[in-house]
């Protein structure tokens, strides 16, 4: 079965670092022309947020929220089929549920080309999470 999978997660204090890993087994994207790998997060009782915390496209164009900018790095590790989020100066309102999405395959007249743009509707795959936790 198709699937990512999330690792990496943990409890770290306020200005922490954490690397977050999303290992792909099985999702066929890079068989595509255009793909956006992204991060996106759920707080504590809130519903998962539509925008991305970051995004990369197959070219390694990066985006990132302007909360998180200068901050965390996205990037694909290829030889290993999987994608990172570098996260560091953690913050307690960095404190979520962290879901890697894969978003490919629409056609051009029915989804944004660019991945900056690309909404949470759009991402077809998805890990099941793995929990950042800061302290302040």
């Known amino acids: 079965q198709a699937r990512l999978v999330e690792s990496g997660g943990g409890s770290v204090q306020s200005g922490g670092s954490l690397r977050l890993s999303c290992k792909n087994s099985g999702v066929p994207y890079k068989g595509h022309q255009e793909y956006c790998l992204a991060w996106f997060r759920q707080a504590p009782g809130q519903e998962r947020d539509s925008v991305p915390v970051a995004v990369i496209d197959q070219r390694d164009t990066s985006t990132y929220a302007g909360s998180v900018k200068g901050r965390f790095i996205i990037s694909q590790d290829r030889a290993a089929d999987s994608f990172i989020l570098e996260m560091s100066d953690l913050k307690p309102e960095d404190t979520a549920r962290y879901y890697c999405?894969?978003?490919?395959?629409?056609?051009?007249?029915?989804?944004?080309?660019?991945?900056?743009?690309?909404?949470?509707?759009?991402?077809?795959?998805w890990g099941l999470g793995t929990q950042v936790t800061v302290s302040s």
């Open positions: 999405a894969a978003s490919f395959g629409y056609p051009e007249s029915t989804v944004p080309r660019g991945c900056s743009t690309r909404i949470s509707r759009w991402y077809d795959y």
